[in-house]
């Protein structure tokens, strides 16, 4: 069985769509694609927009994230 990651705090819409992705595999095959097309695909700056958008209760505009 493979070792779970420690559950890290949703700030808004972005990262449950980054928690989804990531759980479904989905993540792993978009992140090749964009290797072998030479381009980023835009996760990072697509959930940061997502997270201004629709934050959740209680989430701070403040918050600092590790970057990918």
């Known amino acids: 069985m493979g070792t779970m990651k420690p559950l890290k705090r949703l700030d808004g819409l972005g990262d449950l769509v980054e928690v989804v992705t990531e759980a479904t ?24 927009k997502l997270n201004k ?14 970057q990918d």
């Open 25 to 48: 595999g989905i993540k792993q095959v978009v992140d090749a694609v964009s290797k072998a097309r030479g381009k980023d695909c835009g996760c990072q700056r697509r959930r940061d």
């Open 53 to 66: 958008m629709i934050p959740f209760r209680g989430a701070s505009d403040g918050v600092q994230r590790d």
